[in-house]
């Protein structure tokens, strides 16, 4: 198969989905909004195959797993929809915002914590207090 860029969907820095591996479908979208709702196919799904997303590294395509959550489906694809909007082409726009936040936030790399000790004088300030606390109330029962 040859590599055509123009049907390339480029997502966020260097991820680009390939073609065929995104899926979008239309249907009628619930809740209230009258003949619009009950005539008009304006709710956008799409299913993106995990596989089909080029650019991501092992720890971000991890990360994009935990992130999809419950909209992984069992068959590896991700699994968004969006019935915000009253036209198609708005709830298509919004649905691919979506997967493009999600792979945006997937590529941030967490910053790793690094165990830190206190100092030795916040320590002697936390037992002087505790010295201090303890006689306050132990003058408060009086000597017995």
């Keep these: ?5 123009s049907y390339w969907l480029e997502i966020a820095g260097g991820v680009r989905i390939q073609p065929g591996g995104l899926t979008i479908r239309f249907s009628r979208a ?8 009950n005539k008009v ?18 720890s971000a395509r991890h990360r994009l797993i935990n992130l999809a959550g419950g909209n992984l489906t069992d068959a590896g694809q991700i699994h968004l929809w969006s019935a915000t909007h009253r036209s198609q082409e708005r ?7 979506k997967l493009r936040e999600m792979i945006l936030k997937s590529l ?5 914590r690094r165990p830190t000790r206190p100092t030795t004088a916040s320590r002697r300030r936390r037992l002087h207090a ?11 029962r009086g000597e017995s």
């Design 1 to 5: 198969m040859t590599r055509d860029e």
């Design 91 to 97: 709830n298509r726009e919004a649905v691919l915002d």
């Design 30 to 37: 619930g809740g209230p909004g009258g003949q619009n709702v």
């Design 41 to 58: 196919n304006t709710r956008a799904e799409l299913w993106i195959d995990l596989t089909a997303i080029e650019g991501l590294g092992d």
């Design 130 to 140: 505790k010295q201090h606390r303890s006689e306050l109330k132990s003058q408060r």
């Design 108 to 112: 941030i790399e967490p910053k790793r």
